[in-house]
Each structure stands twice: as C-alpha cells, then as structure tokens.
C-alpha cells in the first residue's frame, strides 16, 4: 500500500489558509444586489420570489428569469397567515395525509399542508414585505404567554368535509391574535389584513366522492388530538397571477422543437390553466415556468399534478412557545410538513456576503434546536454524499475548497460529530477524512469504515466488487480510520448484482444498527456513502415503506456530491424524521443546489 503522499502524488500541497482578521460587512443583500448593477424592482422581486433567503438564491432567480415577459410587471404577491402544527401533532396529521391519498386518492385537502387559517389572502408590496414580517415578529413577541395551549379540537365530518374544529371560546382568542397582527402590518407594511372571521379549523379532508366517507373518518378518527403541538404562525405568498391555475411538477427534461414550444427542468413547476388550452393539441398543454417565467407548450405526460402548496414561498415562521424561533425562513414549500421548528432556516447575515465570492458558496446554518418541551438533546443523523474531484471547477486546490469547506461549515454552525461511519470507497473516506479536518475534529473522532453502507451493487461495473483499501492501510496512509472496528455487514456478506428489495434492507438494517449501537454513547452521527445512500438510509427510518426501484433510481439522479441531509428521533419513539440540515449544500457551476424537502420528501 502506497503512502499517503503517494495516494495524492499530483495533488498540489494545501496551501495554508491566510488569517484574516474580520469579515467586511456589505450591507443588506438588496445593497449587495444593487451594488451589482441590478434594477431595485427586479432586486426586490428577487428577494421577495425566493423568501428572502440569501443573495445567491436572488441572483440565480433573476437569471433564470432574464427573459421573463413579466419581469418588470409592479403586480405584488399575495400573503397568507395560517397556524401550522408541530411536533407529535403535526406527525399523526401527516400519517393520515399519507394514509389518506394512499387508500383514497388526492382531494382538496391534499392541496395546502395541514394548517388553520387565520386571515384571508391579501397583497403586500414587495418594498414592505420586510417590515410584514417584522410586523409577525412583534406580534408573536407580545403573545408569548398568552396564547392557548393544548387547542383543544373536536372532530367534524359531513358528506363531503372531515376536520378538527377549533372550540369556539378559544376560537375567539386566535382570532384577537390574527386582529392584533391586521393592526401591526397595517401600522408598519400599509397593509390590509382581514382577519378570518368563519370557524377556525383543520381541514382533514374535502371535495372527495361519498364512498370514500367511511374509510376517511375512520383514518381521521385515529388522530390523537391530545398530543403535544407547538403552534407555529406562519406567512406565505404565492404568485398572484396563477393563483386559479392547475400546478403541474416536471418529471423529464424537453429541449423544445418548435418554436412555440417551453424547455423543461426536472422539478420545475408548470402553471396551467384550462382556459388558455385551445392553442394546445391532443398529448400537449399550455403552461407556464415557474423557474423562468416562461410560457409555451410542452409534452403532457412530462408532467404530473402538483399539490398548490409546493410553489408557495415561506416568509416567516415564529413559535409561541419558543423564543429563539426563526423570523425569516425563506424558501419554496416543496410539499412537505416538516416539524415547523425545524422548517425555518436562520440564515447568516445576507450583508456578511462578498459579491466576488458568488460563484462558490457553503452556507454555514443554525444548529439543530431541541425540543422547547424536552431538555435533553435529540438523537441526529447526517447522511452525506462523498464529494468529487472537480478540477474544471475548482483548480488545482480542489481538495481543500471542496471537503474542508463542508467541515468548516458543520463548525461554523458549531456542529459536533460523535461518531462517524463511511462507505469503503475510498472517495467516501477522504470526503468523511476531510469533513472531520474542518470540523477539527481529526485524530479525535475515528471513521468507521462500514461496507453495508456501500452502494447497490447492481451499479457496479465489471464482474466483481472493488478491492477496497483495508482500514489498517488507510491508517498507514495517515487517513483517520478505526482500525479495531468491526462491521455489522461485512465485505464477504456483499454480492453482485444484488436485488433493488435486498440492497434497500440493507441500507436499512445497517442504519437501524449503527445508531442502536451509538445511543448510550453520543447523539450526532454522520455517515458519508453515495447519493443512493441519502434515500435508503433514512426513509424507512422514519416509518415509510420503500419506493419501487424506478422511483427510487430517479430521486437518487437528483442528488449532487456532497449532498446532505438529517434526521431526528421524535422523543424516545425509534420514529426519526427529516430535518432541516445545520449547512447548506456546496454550490458551484454544474453542482445544482439540493433541495431534500423537494427530493427526498416525494409522496
């Protein structure tokens, strides 16, 4: 076994990192787009399409959006505050969304995560929309302690409408909350909210054929709504424009052959309307991009329906219970119901954000915040694809920009690794080798090295598996390996060509395994493997059946080096769910931003 300086013979040494003494501030990230030359409507549209989240996700949007008709257009978007579920709650309420779709098919429930409405939908310029959600703040703020907890709710069902309905004296004291925050955005944002003045409630399900009544009130009649909920309020907007139209998603991507005719992105959201399909043939529709505002026809079957909500953009979400809860979450809802305390994301300060250094960015994020109702931390898990050589992109210093760049983003957000495990591969150890260097946390946190976390042996090239380095090689090669570990599923347990059924319990039972075997002994795990690995490791870890393989193989095309994504165990329950990570993905060139609301978060 060659040493480590041989392993890397034409890799230039690291170059040490020039100590700087602060960070120069730039001002809020609509000076820094105005200080690259873009027009304050379009920053400001920018800013407001995308939630507000950072000045890259603004530039990327504008760009798409270069030849967009509407771009100019002053129209604004339009706002909605609505309580959503948390914690316990919000997973029964999901289980029954899933359950419910499954067993009967979609209905207008389906639509718009579970939620209570508490104004109708009104307009905000986008030059106000900061001080709206100021106006959210200051209002959640002064309800601190006086907001009521447990809601109790009572369930309703008729011929064609199952929800959980708020009991009316409590019913009034969230109305005085929604009438609190019609005051303070009308003071501040120039504003008219009006607060919802029918029955506040859930709805569960509606618009569905009368067969299904009995099987979707005996879904329904399995929520416990005694469990634990911390009540979020939360602010949206949608583009006001497709508000009555059809939301379709992109399955396949389409280079248009005519001129008449719109590209598709996979994951892209068409809006549709019924009213301008008479230009379209039989097979194809009219639409319009959400990602560049684009119109044209397009293949029907590149397309399936999209719930309404997956184009809303979060702007804020605050906690009544949890002073520390994120003002500004920013973001496209990608059709999930996470745990709301974790669906926020607390962003750097968009002013610390030098213009120059636009081209590649790793978001340091918040760290994991626990449970207000529990004082012991929750249980995590990172998955992580290995990273890449990407000379092309990087240069000759691509080991440093790339891997340690993932690590010092996990310190940054003073993230701590207790344990970690890796696939052999050897690309998967230098990757975990690496993040654990920008963590500093290398020669004191051991890698696992676990052939079960190896990919679907299906994908392999060749006759046999790879002769994998063993770890005491690799820790003569000065790599951070354990080399006294010893695998739950070792080497010789590995076929070729396994089936998709074989490698998926696989997956599984390794995961389930090494986190039984950590949880006496550390909270935080992080495994480092491939982009398979993303989705076979967590999904039956959160109580969901498999995917079929064709699925299963489209989610994994999704996921880019270094994609990450984590778990957390609810309670004691051995029920983890998806969390936002405490780091953004590393993003460049051809390496697209990931999503895992959007990727790994599929019905």
Known sequence: ????????????????????????????????????????TRALKALVSTGGRNVQTACDWLFSHVDDPFLDDPLPREYVLYLRPSGPLLHQLSHFWQQSRAMCGKNKAHNIFPHITLCQFFMCADAKVEALC??????????????????????????????????????????????????EAAA???????????QLHVTLAYHFPTNHLSSLEKLARGVDVSLGCDWLAVLFSRDIRFANHE???VMYPYAPQNEDELELAPNDFIFMSSMEQGSASEGWVYGTSMSTGLSGLLPENYVSRADECDTWVLHASHSFLNCTS????????????????LDGRLLDDPGLMDPASLNVICHPMQMLRTNSQSLLPKRALFVCRHGERMDVVFGKHWITQCFDAKGEALFDSHTVIDFVYCSPSLRCVQTAHNILRGLQQDGKTKIRVEPGLFEWTKWVSGTSLPA??????????NFSVDTTYRPHIPISKLTMSESYDTYISRSFQVTREILTECKSLGNTVLIVAHASSLEAC????????????????????????????????????????????????????PNHSFNWRETLLQD
């Open 538 to 589: 967590t999904r039956q870890m959160q109580g969901l059946s498999p995917q079929n393989s064709k699925d299963f193989v489209q989610v994994v095309r999704k996921i880019p080096y270094l994609g990450f994504c984590a778990c957390e165990e609810m309670g004691e329950t051995g029920v983890w769910q998806l969390v936002d990570p405490p780091i953004l993905p590393l993003t460049h060139g």
């Open 134 to 183: 100021e106006s959210l703040q200051t209002v959640v703020g002064q309800w601190r302690g006086r907001f009521p907890s447990p809601l109790p709710l009572e369930l309703y069902t008729s011929s064609n409408f199952i929800g959980l309905f708020v009991e009316e004296k409590v019913a009034d004291v969230l109305k005085s909350f929604a009438a609190d925050f019609s005051t």
């Open 188 to 198: 501040k944002a120039e504003v008219h909210v009006e607060p919802h003045k029918k």
């Open 247 to 249: 939301t379709l998603r």
């Open 468 to 477: 994998w380095i063993p770890p005491t090689e690799l820790a003569a090669a």
């Open 1 to 40: 076994m060659a040493a480590k300086d041989e392993l890397y013979a034409k890799v230039t040494p690291r170059r040490q990192r020039q100590s700087r003494p602060g960070t120069v501030k730039h001002g809020s990230s609509l000076d820094v787009l105005l200080s690259m030359g873009f027009p304050k």
């Open 326 to 341: 994120p003002t500004n979450s920013g973001g496209a809802m990608g059709g999930s119901f996470l745990d709301g305390q």
